[in-house]
């Protein structure tokens, strides 16, 4: 008798998001603002509700269409580049994904990647989010400079 085995490919899409904006604040201010996950994290990811920073990590609970989920990284600044490595959960689903600004006078670039759970879906959203956040970033930058009197 011979069997038949079931076979299973899971392919994972990577979800990868590069814009670049132009900007009148210095580098140093950028780089103060943006490496602060308080700042970033819910004005680029909406969906965040609670966040708690702790050194140079991050944890937080968001809701998105009444899908609960964990988000959790940390924080690499140098001097021109600052990295959120990050990791969603929700329960055993997982994705893993890094949001990247690339800081050079009067230019800020960002790439946003992910994998994982809900990445299909995601990937449409992403783009959404990075969009309004990029097009908010100089104003936003900008309070929030006035706000920390940067």
């Not at 069997?3 to 201010?29: G, P």
């Not at 055993?92 to 946003?112: A, D, Q, V």
Request: glycine letters at 8%; charged letters at 25%; zero cysteines.
């Amino acid at each position: 008798m011979r069997r038949k085995f079931l076979s299973k490919i899971i392919i994972n899409i990577l979800v990868i998001l590069e814009l670049s904006v132009t900007t009148s604040h210095d580098t140093e201010s950028l780089r103060i603002i943006l490496s602060d996950p308080n700042f970033v994290l819910p004005l680029l990811f909406p969906s965040i509700k609670d966040l708690k920073v702790l050194g140079g990590s991050f944890h937080g609970h968001a809701n998105y269409l009444n899908i609960d989920h964990e988000v959790s990284g940390n924080i690499y600044i140098s001097s021109n580049e600052i990295n959120y490595p990050f990791t969603l959960s929700r329960g055993k689903n997982l994705g893993t994904g890094r949001l990247t600004f690339y800081l050079t006078p009067g230019r800020i670039s960002l790439k946003l990647e992910y994998e994982g759970w809900m990445e299909t879906f995601a990937g449409g959203l992403l783009g959404r989010w990075v969009r309004k956040f990029s097009r908010e970033l100089e104003e936003k930058i900008r309070m929030e400079r006035i706000r920390r009197k940067i």
